[in-house]
C-alpha cells in the first residue's frame, strides 16, 4: 500500500511538471532540451536543473488541535476530487487533472471531544484563509487588483459546499504560524509544502498536489549541477520550505557563497532576473509559472 501512494505521488508530480511545462508557454520561453544532452531543461533565458531539492506534497494547514475543520476540509476536497469538481478546476490551471488520489494524512488527526473548531466556523459563517498573495498559479493578483489562483478556486468551492463565505487575509509568510495561532486567519492554503516542522507544530488537511524544490539559473550561467553551486549567491523566500530544503543539505548549503532570504518569492525572482543572485531555489509551481510569463 505504502509503495502504491508513493508511486502514485510520483505519477502525479510528473503530471504536475508536464502540465506546467505546457501552460503559458511563449514564443520566448519555449522549453527545449539543453544541447549539452543532460536532462536539465533550458528556455532562452532559464534552466531548470535535473537536479532538484527534494520532491514533496502541499497541504492546507490549520490551528493544532483544530482536527474537526482539518477533517471536514479534507472530505470535502476527496469529494470535490471524486466528482470531478476539483480536476476541473485543476485543469483550467494546469491543463490536466493533478489532484491526488487517496492520499493520506502527514500525521493523524484525532477528533477530541470539545473540539469546536468547524462549529466555530460554521457560526461565524466565514473561513479567513491566509495566503502570500504573490505566489502564483496559486493565490496572487491579478491586473485588476483581485487575488485568484488554483488554491483560491478550489477553497470558494470548499467554502460553498460547507455553506460559508470565504474571506482571504494576505499575511507575510514567515509570520504564517503566529497568524494562525493568533487567530487571525483560520487556515493557511497557498501551496504550503508539508515538511517536518508543520507537521508537528499545525494539524495538516490530507495532501491534495505534489511539488517540489527546483533550482534556476540563468541559461548562460555555466551552472548544471548542484556542484556548479559551490561559490553562488543563492535566493530563497524566507521561512518557506526551500529553505528547509536547502538545510536539509549541510554541504551543498555550505559550499554557496551566500544564501539570501527574501520576503517574496517574487522579489527573488526579480533578483535573478536582474542578476543580483546567481540561483533561485524555488516551489515547481511557481518557478515553471514565473519562467513561462516572462516574457
Do not use: H
Not at 533565458?45 to 483544530?66: H, P
Not at 493523524?108 to 470539545?114: A, D, F, P
Not at 497557498?190 to 499545525?202: F, K, P, Q
Not at 554557496?256 to 543580483?276: H, I, P, Q, V
Amino acid at each position: 500500500m505504502k509503495a502504491t501512494k508513493i508511486l502514485t505521488a510520483a505519477l502525479a508530480a510528473a503530471m504536475l511538471c508536464a502540465s506546467l511545462s505546457a501552460c503559458g508557454k511563449t514564443t520566448d520561453a519555449t522549453e527545449t532540451t539543453a544541447a549539452s544532452g543532460s536532462d536539465n531543461k533550458t528556455t532562452e533565458k532559464y534552466t531548470v536543473l535535473s537536479e532538484d531539492f527534494g520532491a514533496e506534497n502541499y497541504a492546507i494547514g490549520f490551528r493544532r488541535g483544530d482536527d474537526a475543520l482539518a477533517k471536514k476540509v479534507s472530505d470535502i476536497l476527496a469529494e470535490m476530487t471524486a466528482d470531478g469538481k476539483a480536476g476541473e478546476i485543476a485543469k483550467k490551471w494546469f491543463g490536466s487533472d493533478v489532484m491526488l488520489r487517496d492520499p493520506e494524512y502527514p500525521r493523524e488527526l484525532n477528533e477530541e471531544k470539545g473540539d469546536a473548531s468547524l462549529q466555530y466556523i460554521l457560526d461565524k459563517g466565514e473561513l479567513i484563509l491566509g495566503l502570500d498573495e504573490t505566489f502564483p498559479p496559486m493565490g496572487y493578483r491579478d491586473a485588476n487588483g483581485d487575488i485568484i489562483g488554483f488554491d483560491i478556486d478550489l477553497a470558494t468551492e470548499v467554502c460553498s459546499r460547507l455553506g460559508v463565505k470565504l474571506k482571504l487575509q494576505p499575511i507575510n509568510w514567515d509570520s504564517k504560524e503566529m497568524e494562525l495561532n493568533g487567530k487571525t486567519i483560520d487556515c493557511i492554503w497557498n501551496g504550503m509544502s508539508i515538511t517536518d516542522e508543520r507537521i508537528n507544530g499545525m494539524d495538516l488537511s490530507t495532501p491534495y498536489i505534489a511539488n517540489k524544490q527546483i533550482i534556476i539559473v540563468k541559461s548562460d550561467s555555466g551552472i548544471s549541477t548542484k556542484a556548479d553551486l559551490a561559490g553562488k549567491t543563492v535566493g530563497a523566500q524566507q521561512g518557506s520550505s526551500a529553505v528547509d530544503a536547502i538545510s536539509a543539505e549541510p554541504d551543498v548549503k555550505a559550499s554557496f557563497g551566500s544564501l539570501n532570504e527574501y520576503a517574496s518569492n517574487d522579489e527573488a525572482f526579480l533578483d535573478l532576473k536582474a542578476g543580483r543572485i546567481d540561483v533561485l531555489v524555488v516551489d515547481e509551481v511557481y518557478g515553471r509559472y514565473m519562467i513561462s510569463q516572462d516574457k
